[in-house]
């Protein structure tokens, strides 16, 4: 079982950029795959990126090269560095860890982009 916390999320102005964190529960946190996406209301569920334990990175289509994505095995964390925030990228952030037919998701960040 892993348990994943989200943290960072917060209200920003456009332009500006934010840092989530994902932290894992768990001994064995790098064989687990890590991936950031997120939904915004009335919106399906959208992959931003994804990461392997041994740091081969993923990216979606909504990163437009703004989001990166990096992890530290020994904290057992994952995080998504944001820039360039737009109104657009208001929704709730979660991530997910992934393992053979192991799949963990967290509950959610929310980042909201306003002026």
């Known amino acids: 079982q892993v348990q994943l916390v989200e943290s960072g999320g917060g209200l920003v102005q456009p332009g500006g950029s934010l840092r989530l964190s994902c932290a894992a529960s768990?001994?064995?946190?790098?064989?687990?795959?890590m991936g950031w996406y997120r939904q915004a209301p009335g919106k399906q569920r959208e992959f931003i990126a994804s990461?392997?334990?041994?740091?081969?990175?993923t990216y979606g289509d909504s990163d437009q090269g703004r989001f990166t994505i990096s992890r530290d095995n020994a904290k057992n964390t994952v995080y998504l560095q944001m820039n360039n925030l737009k109104p657009e990228d208001t929704a709730v952030y979660s991530c997910r860890a992934s393992f053979r037919a192991y799949d963990y998701w967290g509950q959610g960040t929310q980042v909201t982009v306003s002026s």
């Open positions: 990461i392997t334990g041994d740091g081969s990175t």
């Open positions: 768990g001994r064995i946190f790098s064989i687990y795959a």
